[in-house]
């Protein structure tokens, strides 16, 4: 096997800037044969119903089923496929489904009022979508973190029913996926991928039902068709390719750190993996580290070719440098493998995830620490948070003004309806004005 290749970057360098802009700039959520093609698939779903996902599912999955029946899984078959994995793999799932129960049971709003001296009352009720669908990638990997990270936050939030989609490419399904969606309490699974899927989710079929939001990663086509659904429907994010940044002070393993780095770049070719650091003999370390782990690496070659084509060992001046460079990337995760991770949070104004200390390896937020591993990517941790029970839950306003309080808010509405040229807002409020 040749060297590996990696970017080598020196934040000193005149044009560096320039080149960490490229190396990080992310648009290829879709293009124009991708967006003629989905927009075909979400006219026909719509129209067509249960009828164009079977035929859709039977030409891209290599299925051949008759009827939509044979796309549906019961909820005994769910309960088999846990009770038929093996009782380490159980025991693992089930940890990590009661962590991130637990972790996100704290972030559960409640409804609040407040009364003013005039007897006014203000406030904020707070309820539960009705039904989620959560999307669940079939292709390169089976992703059974997924559907406890997508379905267990919305089960927290008292949402009524969760739909899950999973396609199943030659009528191959992943035991512990299934696993997975008994222990976080799926109602219903349907083995649909693709645009279909996303389609069937935001309009109904005659099978599938409609839902309010939709949840959960995918390839190109389920990021264009929810791109194109929204608004029909809500969304979690349109997520681009997973990416880890790693700021170290030289003093953590190298082959940790190697092994960090690789754990995003296994996911595809086009994930991303960066390591920041101000002591340029601890890069050529972490270089040694990736040349003598990488031979040994399943996914080698996905891993080889996300480094060359997106990864970077980047040299700084120091801690200041390398917080500013965080702030830019803003990453969906940012390992801080430094002495004393708890001091830079205050200037780590973006980033999806953060991971603190040598010994918090990213890996560990994706599977079982507690928060959720569905984050913002492509510098959108700059405006978007990682989902959430709050993703979850809708906030309706409450007013109610007393007779003192809607005279006095009245005068003030009437002001400013008839400086907007609004005549019936004011007047409306004026016949509230006690005289």
């Not at 948070?385 to 906030?395: A, C, E, H, I, T």
């Amino acid at each position: 096997m040749s060297d590996p290749t990696i970017k080598r970057l020196d934040a000193s360098d005149v044009g560096f800037l320039t080149a960490l802009d490229q190396l990080i700039a992310w648009d290829m959520v879709s293009n124009s044969t991708v967006e003629t093609t989905v927009s075909d698939i979400l006219q026909q779903v719509r129209s067509r119903g249960d009828g164009a996902l079977v035929e859709y599912s039977n030409r891209f999955d290599r299925r051949d089923c008759a009827s939509i029946s044979d796309f549906c899984l019961q909820t005994e078959q769910l309960q088999a496929a846990l009770e038929s994995i093996d009782t380490e793999a159980r025991t693992a799932l089930e940890t990590a489904a009661k962590r991130i129960r637990a972790y996100h049971a704290y972030q559960l709003q409640d409804s609040w009022q407040h009364e003013e001296a005039d007897g006014t009352v203000l406030g904020q009720q707070v309820t539960p979508l009705e039904r989620v669908g959560i999307y669940v990638p079939g292709g390169k990997a089976s992703y059974p973190s997924s559907v406890l990270m997508n379905c267990i936050p919305a089960r927290v939030a008292g949402v009524r029913e969760v739909i899950m989609m999973v396609p199943a490419p030659d009528n191959e399904l992943s035991p512990i996926v299934l696993a997975a969606a008994a222990i976080a309490r799926v109602d219903k699974v349907f083995t649909i991928g693709g645009a279909q899927a996303i389609a069937a989710l935001a309009y109904g079929t005659e099978t599938v039902p409609k839902v309010d939001k939709i949840v959960g990663p995918g390839n190109i086509y389920v990021a264009t068709a929810k791109r194109m659904v929204f608004g029909s429907v809500g969304l979690d994010m349109v997520a681009g390719p997973s990416e880890i940044l790693v700021v170290c002070d030289g003093q953590t393993n190298p082959d940790w750190i190697a092994m960090d780095l690789f754990s995003q770049a296994e996911h595809d070719e086009d994930a991303q993996s960066i390591l920041i650091a101000w002591d340029e003999s601890y890069l050529d370390a972490v270089y040694q580290s990736i040349e003598k782990l990488l031979p040994e690496m399943e996914r080698k070659d996905i891993i080889t070719q996300s480094l060359a084509n997106r990864g970077a060992l980047i040299k700084v001046a120091d801690k200041n440098e390398a917080i500013e460079l965080c702030n830019r990337i803003a990453p969906e995760h940012l390992e801080l493998s430094v002495a004393d991770p708890e001091s830079w949070l205050p200037e780590i104004r973006h980033a999806g995830a953060i991971f603190m200390g040598r010994h918090t390896a990213e890996a560990l937020g994706d599977y079982c620490a507690g928060p959720n591993h569905v984050l913002p990517t492509s510098a959108t941790a700059r405006f978007s948070s990682p989902l959430g029970v709050y993703d979850f839950q809708k906030r309706s306003s409450l007013i109610y003004c007393s007779e003192q309080g809607a005279s006095d808010l009245g005068k003030v509405a009437s002001v400013l309806g008839r400086g907007e040229s609004l005549t019936a807002h004011a007047r409306s409020a004026e016949y509230r004005i006690k005289d």
